[in-house]
């Protein structure tokens, strides 16, 4: 391990400078065994790029630009929606390993790293497992365009680490335990188990992301003497484009610690 790489933001930096995904990927798990094996000489110096690392495809275009995810037993609209998900998965590496590293403090409890280094080390499992489907279907990540919008999330909330617990987990991921039950029943319909199989796992553990947002942006409205459901709501319609969209998981919504009355009021009717 190299002498930069030896501290928790270290290697959270090292992720994000690595552009290949596959092996951005990789070298996510990597770091959180690191992390875990207590191999490292603790946090480091707080500090992340502006952009991290990315390959040079896929192209990122405006999410009008990007192909539609028909699902059905036609390959190429589950090879979009597959490509679709590895490029949200990708982000999400990216996203974990910045919230350690920008927002990295002595006054952080060393349960925040914890649970934020097996997000990360979660989202690389994800894409993987994605990236390793395409194969199997005859495509890989990178051949299709996408969006650059989760992104754009994190560069709006670069400044304050409630604001970006606020909207990444509790609204971005929060979003996707609206939508993958459904995109399941369809792969199933479409006689794709295998992929089915993969968006229950992501699924599973993403309900465990959006609970681990909740944890600390609690945690830190208690340190800030601030009420979490009208700091949210205020952090949401300063900092989120557009508003909420129904229809809402409700229960996976209440198993990671998200009851309705927190993002109903902010629902298009």
Not at 161 to 184: H, N
Not at 229 to 239: F, G, S
Request: glycine share 8%; with cysteine.
């Amino acid at each position: 391990m190299q002498e930069n790489e030896r501290t928790l933001c270290g290697l959270a930096r090292a992720v994000l400078a690595t552009a290949n995904a596959s092996e951005k990927a990789e070298a996510s798990r990597r770091a959180a065994e690191a992390w875990r094996s207590g191999a490292l000489d603790g946090l480091g110096q707080a500090g992340a790029p502006a952009r991290p690392a990315r390959p040079a495809s896929p192209a990122l275009r405006p999410p009008r630009e990007v192909p539609r995810r028909k699902i059905n037993s036609n390959p190429q609209g589950r090879i979009a929606l597959l490509h679709a998900l590895a490029h949200i998965e990708l982000n999400a590496i990216d996203l974990a390993w910045d919230i350690i590293a920008r927002f990295a403090s002595g006054d952080l409890p060393e349960g925040f790293f914890d649970d934020w280094v097996t997000v990360a080390d979660e989202e690389g499992k994800h894409f993987l497992l994605l990236e390793a489907r395409l194969g199997e279907l005859g495509a890989a990540y990178g051949e299709l365009p996408a969006h650059d919008g989760l992104w754009q999330a994190s560069e709006e909330t670069a400044g304050d680490l409630l604001a970006r617990l606020a909207i990444v987990p509790m609204v971005l991921e929060a979003r996707g335990l609206d939508v993958t039950p459904a995109m399941i029943e369809k792969l199933r319909a479409a006689g794709d188990e295998p992929s089915a199989a993969i968006l229950e796992i992501i699924y599973r553990e993403e309900i465990g992301h959006v609970a681990s947002g909740r944890r600390w942006f609690d945690w830190l409205c208690r340190l800030r003497g601030q009420e979490p459901k009208d700091t949210w709501q205020a952090l949401v319609n300063r900092h989120f484009r557009g508003r909420l969209k129904p229809p809402f998981n409700a229960p996976a919504r209440e198993e990671a610690g998200l009851p309705e009355d927190f993002y109903a009021p902010l629902a298009l009717d």
